[in-house]
Each structure stands twice: as structure tokens, then as C-alpha cells.
């Protein structure tokens, strides 16, 4: 078995289409658009290497590709959490023995540029797809969220590689009521706060954007793994995600006119690119744009509140507004998530809305010893 790099367009074509080998057959798996693949992993369309570098390697048994992995360094991880970490994630393989030669590959490259700690699965960093399932297999992915074989956690275990922390995934029926407690907290915070909750606004795009960026980084600081996004990224995911905005859905927390968190939904388009197997073109479009408006399920990407502002009763205000949006909606179920395990108050206020946990991922990583010297 070899591993090679990835150097030409043809090798990052074949980089992008593995999957489709390894899931044949899977009626679960939902693959991504070749095209968007693309962009996220060429420098100059994805703004992530604006501040990072990336190599992409494949697996080969003769002339079979049999896995494949990226393995990446992130300047501003490194410089916000104060550590040299290597991230690898796009990672699949079709035996124990071709992974472990990827990780083993990846593990090379991290230690000479001098990474402190291999880890992932990071595709590339915590604000992307991220973590490797363990629990939940039975269980479509929903949008962004990642996807695997039952197998790969045993093989990556036995790679040598160790958990640094587990990511839940809850699932909501809208149909069930909000607890009582989180109504009473809306309308008293409605009330007496001055707080206005209010869609995004389609005409005012860019502007509501910019509010996104006021509040994200500063809600999700203190998170584990976490990254600032810089305003060209939040850009660029904005772009990406908004044809399939619902602007109920996208909900503002605002004091005085100044937003102070914000709430993020989406129907979970995953749904409705099943059956296009990574393919928009030719007739691919027509069928997203057909199956997109009919989607009844969603995920709760998001919901923060700035600094300085927590504890005051807006993300119960933030949950009413949107359930009631849901509701008119018809929508029928909800996946929420991730949250980190050890995120308790989070966690246990999704319990009280009725949560299951259904899904859990895991991060892994390995200390990597300094390169020889010489």
C-alpha cells in the first residue's frame, strides 16, 4: 500500500469522488456537491487559507485508491488557543491498515512543521463539519454534520490515537410544547427588557450579516477548539448557506438596536441532495430547487449571546420566537447540535425542550513528538 500526494486536478478529482466508492450502496450517506468539495479545498475560493496551509494525501493498493486524508495548520487556531495543532480530518478508508498508514502520513507532515498535537477529524477547523460518529449510525446525517462507517472509530482507536472530547446531537419534535418555564422567561424578558427579537432580513442581507459577525465570535470565545472566523470566511459561509435561509428562521436579539444574539435555523437540505449523489449538473438543480421548499426537517445550527449580556433570559426569548416560526411552518422535527459534552447548562436546557440525545462524535488527537534534529 502506498500514499501519495495530491498534486494535480485529476488527483484532487479522484480525492473528492472516494467517497462514493466507499459508501455504495449506503442509503444514508448524503454526499456533497463535487463543486462545492472543490472550492473548499483550493486556496484562492476558500478563504481559510488566507491564514493556514493544507496537504491532501490518498491511499493506493495498486492502482486503487483506498482512502484518502487532509491534514492542515491553522495560524490563527495556533495563535487564539496558544498552541501548534495539526488538524486532519476528510478522512475515509476502506481497511484498519489503510487509515492507519493516512493518520501514520499525516502525523509525518504535522511533526515537520513543527505541530505540537495532531488532531481531528477537523474538516478544517470546529466551525466546519467536524468529528468522527460513534453513537447514532442508524441515523442520516443532518446538513453539515458528518457521517462514517461503524468501523472507523474502532480503527482509528487502534491507530493509537486518543479522545480529546465528544460532540452531542439532539433531536426535537416540534410538535411537543415549550416548558413552561422557557415561556414564562420569554414574555417576562419581552416585557421588561427592552429586548426585540426580529427575522433576518433578505433585503437587508449583507447588513444582518454584519450583525452575525458582531455576535459570533464573541458568543463562542470561551468554547473548546474554538476559532475566530475572520469577516472573508463568515462571508463566504454566509454565500453558501444562503439559498437555503428561511428568514424566520434566522432570528435577532436587539437592545436598542444593537444585537446582542442571534439564532440559527435551516431546513436540512441534506434532505433534498440525497438523491443528486454530489451531482448539480445537468438536471441536479432543477431537483434541489424542487425538493428544497418541501423539506419539513431542519438543524438548529446556532444560537448565541454576547458576552455581557448571558443569563438574562434572551436565548429563552430567542427558542420561543423561533418554535413559533417552526410551528407555522409545518416543520416536524429538529436536530440540535453540536454541543460539547461537557456544555451542561446548554445541555440540560435541551433536555427540558425535550431533547434526545441521539448522535455523539468524537475529536481524537496525539501528542506528536518534536522532528530529529539533523
Not at 414574555?187 to 458582531?214: N, Q
Not at 455581557?308 to 411552518?329: M, S
Request: with cysteine; glycine share 6%.
Amino acid at each position: 500500500m502506498d500514499v501519495v500526494s495530491v498534486v494535480s486536478p485529476k488527483d484532487l478529482a479522484r480525492f473528492i469522488r472516494l467517497p462514493h466508492s466507499i459508501y455504495a450502496g449506503d442509503p444514508l450517506w448524503v454526499a456533497p456537491l463535487d463543486s462545492d468539495e472543490r472550492a473548499r479545498l483550493t486556496p484562492g475560493k476558500n478563504p481559510f487559507f488566507e491564514h493556514a496551509e493544507a496537504a491532501y494525501f490518498l491511499a493506493r493498493d495498486g492502482a486503487k485508491d483506498v482512502g484518502r486524508i487532509a491534514v492542515s495548520i491553522d495560524r490563527n487556531h495556533d495563535a487564539f488557543q496558544g498552541e501548534r495543532q495539526a488538524a486532519f480530518g476528510f478522512l475515509e478508508a476502506e481497511s484498519a491498515a489503510a487509515l492507519a498508514e493516512l493518520l501514520q502520513t499525516a502525523e509525518r507532515w504535522a511533526s515537520a512543521r513543527g505541530a505540537e498535537v495532531l488532531r481531528g477529524p477537523l474538516n478544517f477547523t470546529t466551525n466546519d463539519d467536524c468529528g468522527l460518529l460513534i453513537r447514532g449510525f442508524e441515523h442520516s446525517p443532518a446538513l453539515l454534520m458528518p457521517y462514517n462507517k461503524p468501523s472507523y472509530p474502532t480503527w482509528v482507536d487502534a491507530a493509537g490515537m486518543k479522545k480529546a472530547k465528544d460532540l452531542y446531537a439532539f433531536r426535537i419534535s416540534v410538535a411537543n410544547p415549550l416548558p413552561d418555564q422557557i415561556v414564562r422567561v420569554a414574555e417576562k424578558v419581552r416585557a421588561h427588557h427592552g429586548i426585540v427579537v426580529r427575522p433576518l432580513s433578505m433585503k437587508r442581507f449583507d447588513e444582518d450579516l454584519g450583525r452575525v459577525k458582531e455576535v459570533y465570535n464573541s458568543a463562542w470565545e470561551n468554547n473548546w477548539g474554538f476559532v475566530p472566523m475572520t469577516d472573508h470566511e463568515i462571508d463566504h459561509m454566509a454565500a453558501q448557506l444562503k439559498p437555503a435561509v428561511v428568514p424566520g428562521m434566522v432570528l435577532f436579539a436587539e437592545i436598542e438596536g444593537k444585537p446582542v444574539g442571534f439564532v440559527l435555523a435551516l431546513p436540512d437540505v441534506n434532505q433534498a441532495l440525497r438523491p443528486l449523489r454530489g451531482r448539480l449538473f445537468p438536471l441536479g438543480v432543477f431537483r434541489l430547487l424542487w425538493s428544497l421548499p418541501r423539506v419539513r426537517d431542519g438543524r438548529l445550527m446556532a444560537l448565541g449571546v454576547r458576552a455581557g449580556y448571558r443569563r438574562r433570559g434572551i436565548e429563552a426569548l430567542l427558542i420561543h420566537d423561533l418554535h413559533r416560526t417552526l410551528i407555522a411552518k409545518s416543520y416536524v422535527d429538529f436536530e440540535v447540535g453540536w454541543t460539547l459534552e461537557d456544555n451542561d447548562l446548554v445541555n440540560r436546557l435541551i433536555e427540558t425542550m425535550r431533547g434526545e440525545h441521539y448522535k455523539t462524535y468524537r475529536i481524537y488527537e496525539r501528542r506528536l513528538a518534536p522532528p530529529p534534529v539533523g
